[in-house]
C-alpha cells in the first residue's frame, strides 16, 4: 500500500471550511484514498473514501487530483466537534483480499471558537 | 443498529500478570480486526479475522499474544504475561466482508499495566 503524507497539525475557525491536504505521490491505479478520523478517546470514525472522481457525503468532501497523487478532505462548516485526528490511507482496491487499512500519524485539527 | 462493543473499557494489571479483552462486533459482519494503539501514534493492526479464520496475524507478537474468534462471531484477546510497554489501548473492528475499506471501531480497551 501507498504511504501518505500529512501534516502534523492544522487549526481552523469555527463555521470556516477546513481543508485538509494529503499527499500520496506513489498511489497505483487500482488503489483508493480513505478518510477516517479520531476523537479523543474514541476509536476511529470512518469519512469518505474515492478513486479518482471527487465525491462527497453528509460528512465531508474528497477532492483527489487528477494524477491521483494528492488529495484534499473538506469539512465544509466547521464545529468544536469536528476537533480531532484526520488521518489520510491508502488502500488496495476492493478485491484484494491482502488489502489492508493502515493508519499513519494523521493531523490533529483543533478548531477555534 | 448496536456498535462494536468492547469490554472492559479500562483495565490496570501488575506485569507478568494475564489479561483479556472481548469484542462483540456489528451484526452481520464476517471480518474482525484487532489494532493496538499507542499514545499519540495511529492504530496498528495485529490481526485480521475472515469468519473464525486468522487470516493475517503477521503483527501479532505470538510469545506473549494470542486471539481467537470462536463461532466467527465474538473474540477475545488475551497478553499473558503483560509488560509495562504493553499498556495502550486495544481497538476492535468490523467490516462487511475483506473487501470494504469501511471499518467500525469500538470505543477501545485502555491498558495500563504497572
Known amino acids: 500500500d501507498a504511504k501518505t503524507t500529512q501534516p502534523p497539525s492544522m487549526d481552523c475557525a469555527e463555521g470556516r471550511a477546513a481543508n485538509l491536504p494529503c499527499n500520496h505521490s506513489t498511489i497505483s491505479g487500482n488503489e483508493y484514498v480513505y478518510w477516517y478520523r479520531q476523537i479523543h478517546s474514541q476509536g476511529p470514525q470512518y469519512i469518505i473514501h474515492?478513486?479518482?472522481n471527487n465525491e462527497t457525503n453528509e460528512m465531508a468532501s474528497l477532492i483527489i487530483t487528477e494524477d491521483r497523487k494528492s488529495s484534499t478532505l473538506i469539512l465544509p462548516h466547521a464545529t468544536l466537534r469536528d476537533t480531532a485526528v484526520y488521518y489520510c490511507i491508502v488502500r488496495v482496491g476492493l478485491y484484494s483480499s491482502a488489502s489492508k487499512i493502515i493508519f499513519g500519524s494523521g493531523t490533529r485539527l483543533s478548531i477555534r471558537p | 443498529e448496536a456498535g462494536v462493543v468492547q469490554s472492559p473499557r479500562y483495565k490496570i494489571i501488575e506485569k507478568k500478570q494475564p489479561v483479556a479483552f472481548w469484542c462483540n462486533p456489528i451484526s452481520g459482519h464476517n471480518t474482525l480486526y484487532w489494532y493496538l494503539q499507542n499514545l499519540g501514534q495511529g492504530p496498528e493492526l495485529l490481526i485480521r479475522y475472515e469468519n473464525e479464520e486468522a487470516v493475517d496475524d503477521s503483527q501479532l507478537p505470538k510469545d506473549r499474544f494470542s486471539a481467537e474468534r470462536l463461532k466467527g462471531v465474538d473474540s477475545t484477546l488475551k497478553i499473558q504475561p503483560a509488560e509495562l510497554g504493553d499498556s495502550a489501548v486495544y481497538l476492535c473492528?468490523?467490516?462487511?466482508?475483506?473487501?470494504?475499506?469501511?471499518?467500525?471501531f469500538g470505543e477501545g480497551s485502555r491498558l495500563t499495566v504497572l
Open positions: 474515492g478513486l479518482k
Open positions: 473492528a468490523s467490516s462487511r466482508d475483506r473487501f470494504t475499506g469501511e471499518l467500525f
